[in-house]
Protein backbone atom coordinates (compact mmCIF):
# COMPACT_ATOMS: atom_id res chain seq x y z
CA UNK A 1 0.00 0.00 0.00
CA UNK A 2 1.47 3.66 -1.20
CA UNK A 3 -0.28 6.41 0.95
CA UNK A 4 1.64 9.99 0.52
CA UNK A 5 0.88 12.59 2.80
CA UNK A 6 1.06 16.52 2.57
CA UNK A 7 1.20 18.92 5.28
CA UNK A 8 2.63 22.30 6.06
CA UNK A 9 0.21 24.41 3.63
CA UNK A 10 -1.25 27.72 4.81
CA UNK A 11 -2.23 31.27 4.07
CA UNK A 12 0.83 34.08 4.10
CA UNK A 13 1.40 37.27 3.08
CA UNK A 14 3.32 38.43 -0.33
CA UNK A 15 7.22 37.71 0.25
CA UNK A 16 6.29 35.52 3.18
CA UNK A 17 7.37 31.63 3.30
CA UNK A 18 6.17 27.71 3.70
CA UNK A 19 7.68 24.30 4.05
CA UNK A 20 5.41 21.51 3.00
CA UNK A 21 6.17 18.09 3.51
CA UNK A 22 4.98 14.88 2.20
CA UNK A 23 5.68 11.61 4.10
CA UNK A 24 5.46 8.54 2.03
CA UNK A 25 4.92 5.00 3.74
CA UNK A 26 4.92 1.52 2.00
CA UNK A 27 7.95 1.18 -0.83
CA UNK A 28 10.38 4.20 -1.05
CA UNK A 29 10.61 5.88 -4.00
CA UNK A 30 13.78 8.08 -5.02
CA UNK A 31 11.92 9.97 -7.63
CA UNK A 32 9.39 12.03 -6.07
CA UNK A 33 7.60 15.68 -7.30
CA UNK A 34 5.58 18.24 -6.23
CA UNK A 35 3.08 19.80 -8.41
CA UNK A 36 0.43 22.56 -7.66
CA UNK A 37 -3.12 23.40 -8.90
CA UNK A 38 -4.42 26.95 -8.58
CA UNK A 39 -8.21 27.67 -8.85
CA UNK A 40 -9.26 26.81 -12.81
CA UNK A 41 -5.90 26.15 -14.24
CA UNK A 42 -4.59 22.93 -15.02
CA UNK A 43 -2.19 21.22 -12.50
CA UNK A 44 1.42 21.85 -13.71
CA UNK A 45 4.69 20.19 -11.93
CA UNK A 46 7.11 22.41 -9.54
CA UNK A 47 9.95 20.96 -8.58
CA UNK A 48 10.78 17.10 -8.58
CA UNK A 49 13.68 15.73 -6.82
CA UNK A 50 15.11 12.70 -8.99
CA UNK A 51 17.41 9.77 -7.54
CA UNK A 52 21.23 11.38 -6.68
CA UNK A 53 19.59 14.22 -5.76
CA UNK A 54 19.54 15.80 -9.08
CA UNK A 55 16.51 18.49 -8.70
CA UNK A 56 14.51 20.44 -11.34
CA UNK A 57 12.42 23.22 -11.00
CA UNK A 58 9.33 25.42 -12.87
CA UNK A 59 11.19 28.93 -14.18
CA UNK A 60 8.27 30.22 -12.54
CA UNK A 61 9.50 28.88 -9.04
CA UNK A 62 13.74 28.93 -9.73
CA UNK A 63 15.50 31.17 -7.44
CA UNK A 64 12.62 30.85 -4.76
CA UNK A 65 11.94 27.25 -3.85
CA UNK A 66 13.79 24.51 -2.81
CA UNK A 67 13.26 20.74 -2.90
CA UNK A 68 14.84 18.35 -0.56
CA UNK A 69 14.73 14.77 0.24
CA UNK A 70 15.24 13.06 3.55
CA UNK A 71 15.31 9.52 2.70
CA UNK A 72 15.40 7.69 6.23
CA UNK A 73 12.20 9.28 6.67
CA UNK A 74 10.99 8.99 3.40
CA UNK A 75 9.91 12.68 3.37
CA UNK A 76 9.94 15.08 0.89
CA UNK A 77 9.98 19.06 1.16
CA UNK A 78 9.57 22.22 -0.76
CA UNK A 79 10.97 25.30 1.03
CA UNK A 80 9.03 28.23 -0.42
CA UNK A 81 10.53 31.32 0.14
CA UNK A 82 9.29 35.29 -1.52
CA UNK A 83 5.77 33.96 -2.08
CA UNK A 84 3.42 35.52 -4.77
CA UNK A 85 0.04 35.50 -5.00
CA UNK A 86 0.58 33.59 -8.13
CA UNK A 87 1.87 30.66 -6.05
CA UNK A 88 -1.65 30.05 -5.04
CA UNK A 89 -3.08 26.78 -5.64
CA UNK A 90 -3.30 23.32 -4.08
CA UNK A 91 -0.10 21.29 -3.91
CA UNK A 92 0.46 17.82 -4.18
CA UNK A 93 2.91 15.05 -4.03
CA UNK A 94 3.91 12.91 -6.32
CA UNK A 95 5.89 9.57 -6.36
CA UNK A 96 7.46 7.26 -9.07
CA UNK A 97 7.85 9.06 -12.25
CA UNK A 98 6.87 7.33 -15.55
CA UNK A 99 9.39 8.56 -17.56
CA UNK A 100 8.98 11.23 -19.84
CA UNK A 101 8.50 14.70 -19.10
CA UNK A 102 8.41 14.60 -15.08
CA UNK A 103 6.15 18.22 -15.45
CA UNK A 104 3.46 16.57 -16.75
CA UNK A 105 0.42 14.47 -14.01
CA UNK A 106 0.60 11.33 -16.60
CA UNK A 107 3.93 11.43 -15.53
CA UNK A 108 3.43 9.72 -12.30
CA UNK A 109 1.60 6.87 -10.58
CA UNK A 110 1.23 8.16 -7.12
CA UNK A 111 -0.53 11.20 -5.52
CA UNK A 112 -1.24 13.22 -1.77
CA UNK A 113 -4.14 14.50 -1.03
CA UNK A 114 -2.95 17.62 -1.54
CA UNK A 115 -2.50 20.83 1.05
CA UNK A 116 -3.68 24.35 -0.07
CA UNK A 117 -1.46 27.03 -0.46
CA UNK A 118 -3.11 30.89 -0.33
CA UNK A 119 -0.72 33.17 -0.49
CA UNK A 120 -2.26 37.23 -0.36
CA UNK A 121 -1.20 39.92 -1.63
Known amino acids: QVQLVESGGGAVQTGGSLRLSCVGS??????MAWFRQAPGKEREGVAV???????SYADSVKGRFTVSRDTAKNTLYLQMNSLRPEDTGMYYC?????????????????WGQGTQVTVSS
Open 94 to 110: AADWLGGSWRRVTDWRY
Open 26 to 31: GPLYYN
Open 49 to 55: FFRGASV
